[in-house]
T-cell receptor, first 115, second 111 residues
Framework: KAGVTQTPRYLIKTRGQQVTLSCSPI?????VSWYQQTPGQGLQFLFE???????NKGNFPGRFSGRQFSNSRSEMNVSTLELGDSALYLC??????????????FGPGTRLTVL | GNSVTQMEGPVTLSEEAFLTINCTYT??????LFWYVQYPGEGLQLLLK?????DKGSNKGFEATYRKETTSFHLEKGSVQVSDSAVYFC??????????FGKGTTLSVSS
């Protein structure tokens, strides 16, 4: 099975612009989560989608948004970019299980640099 | 709320040395516990997991046991290799909650 794929792998933007990142989950996985990784804050949860609905949300401003499509692919959008948004953005997919503690598998990430 | 604390790095070892990276957690209910590894320039790879108390996860010579009485999930390997040099993250996931990570421990192994 192919793993989680993320596009693009690298992005350079300037302050004030917006950006869209894409994530394709492992085939059959219905849940997609997004994380931001920075040297200072570590790995922080952004949001989780399941069946095109946001199921969980982290503590990020409204400039960060996402969506999920019927094929489980997901996109996240960051508007009005700030220098502090420079980070590695990781997507993870998982099966839906009744316990909700199933394993998340990560993609390689998108490295966003804001100048 | 749920949280994970893992030992500060960096950890520097010689090849074939014994490795322990400590991880303790705070959680309500019965979370699943994970160790992920991140190699330079890459995303996170699942190393091992345990879903209930006394479970032992193992993979590639790494082991960790889910200890509910001490709320710990320490990572061990008997003989490290240069190729094990990476950042290791301990994480937990409760039912219906997000995956929560520790701050990561950098391991550097020299030959």
């Amino acid at each position: 099975k192919a793993g989680v794929t993320q596009t693009p792998r690298y992005l350079i933007k300037t302050r004030g612009q917006q950006v869209t990142l894409s994530c394709s989950p492992i085939s059959g996985h219905r849940s997609v989560s997004w994380y931001q990784q920075t040297p200072g804050q570590g790995l922080q949860f952004l949001f989780e989608y399941f069946s095109e609905t946001q199921r969980n949300k982290g503590n990020f401003p409204g400039r960060f948004s996402g969506r999920q499509f019927s094929n489980s692919r997901s996109e996240m959008n960051v508007s009005t970019l700030e220098l502090g948004d420079s980070a590695l953005y990781l997507c993870a997919s998982s099966l839906e299980s009744s316990t909700g503690t199933d394993t998340q598998y990560f993609g390689p990430g998108t490295r966003l640099t804001v100048l | 709320g749920n949280s994970v604390t893992q030992m500060e790095g960096p950890v520097t070892l010689s090849e074939e040395a014994f490795l322990t990276i400590n991880c303790t957690y705070t959680a309500t209910g019965y979370p699943s516990l994970f160790w992920y590894v991140q190699y330079p320039g890459e995303g996170l790879q699942l190393l091992l997991k345990a879903t209930k108390a006394d479970d032992k996860g193992s993979n590639k010579g790494f082991e960790a046991t889910y200890r509910k009485e001490t709320t710990s999930f320490h990572l061990e390997k008997g003989s490290v290799q240069v190729s094990d040099s990476a950042v290791y993250f301990c994480a937990l996931k409760g039912a219906g909650t997000a995956l929560i990570f520790g701050k990561g421990t950098t391991l550097s192994v020299s030959s």
